[in-house]
């Protein structure tokens, strides 16, 4: 899929640019050296897979939650470039059921055991101008987020419709006292919240870009966030730009940036499971 390419919107120098791009390959370089590192540990076995002696076990789960801190700044800072090259609205309008039902159907199986999912209702038919992956990366964070300001929660309810002239997507991170879960990690201060490459800045970013509003709010036991952007009309309903026909499923980026607040070894767990 090509992005529209605009020319506005730069907030970095070319030297900058250059700088976050050698950034970007030499964290890629390391998060190569401490897989090769891990998978050592296991004797080769599969990456998901945890040694089974207790001093391998934790240099291993430790190995594995910087990789996923590196790969979390290497996939923030692809977003920022993004934006940088001129990445905006897109003539078309996609279809963002597909990508919706993903993001919520992975992060339920990636942080099963410290989160269960609630009320989630996504109905067919949700266009937007804007592109499936750059939503992703958005709902991703807002979910950290939300485990940030309600460290207690266990419950996920998502759901998207079309109101009036609107899409909206809502996320709730809520306590349900009735469910047996596991606590959230606490998560580390892993990046400068001034930085452009900083996941709320990338947020702003994104809001800015395809002309969203952004709410969020709490209230006794839960954190919502809401998402409101311009719904949009399919042109040819036949021949669809849709994320029906493509994929938009990177389990790299649910991954990195789940691993804020999901414990190393649920996630591992629920990647075996779901290999």
């Keep these: 899929m090509t992005e529209h390419i605009s020319s506005g919107g730069k907030l970095l120098t070319e030297t900058a640019v250059r700088m976050l791009r050698a950034r970007n390959a030499a964290d890629l370089e390391a ?41 979390n700044r290497v996939l923030c800072t692809r977003e920022l470039l993004c934006y940088e090259a001129g990445t905006a609205q897109p003539e078309e309008a ?30 067919h038919g949700l266009y937007a ?46 306590r349900d006292p009735e469910a047996e879960v596991l606590p959230f990690r606490s998560q580390q201060a ?3 919240p001034d930085l452009p490459d900083a996941p709320q800045r990338l947020i702003e970013r994104f809001c800015d870009c395809f002309g969203v509003k952004l709410l969020q709010h709490s209230s006794a036991g839960k954190f919502a966030c809401i998402l409101t952007m311009p719904a949009a009309r399919a042109v040819n309903p036949l021949v669809k730009v849709s994320s029906d026909s493509a994929d938009y499923h990177d389990d790299t980026m649910f991954q990195a940036v789940l691993s804020r607040f999901v414990p190393a070894e649920i996630m591992l767990e629920a990647i075996a499971d779901y290999m």
């Design 190 to 192: 892993d990046y400068d």
């Design 129 to 174: 101008h804007v592109y499936p992956e750059r939503l992703q990366f958005v709902l991703l964070h807002l979910l950290c987020t939300a485990a940030a300001e309600q460290p207690d929660g266990n419950t996920l309810d998502f759901s998207a419709s079309n109101v009036q002239d609107d899409l909206r997507i809502e996320l709730v991170l809520r």
């Design 31 to 71: 998060i190569a050296a401490i897989r090769r590192t891990a998978q050592a540990l296991c004797g080769g076995a599969d990456e998901a897979a945890l040694p089974a002696d207790p001093a391998g076990r934790d240099a291993y789960l430790s190995l594995t939650e910087t990789c996923w801190q590196l790969q």
């Design 94 to 123: 996609f279809d963002l059921c597909r990508a919706l039902c993903i993001f919520i159907n992975r992060a339920e199986e990636l942080t099963d055991g410290c989160l269960r999912a609630g009320i989630c209702e996504v109905p």
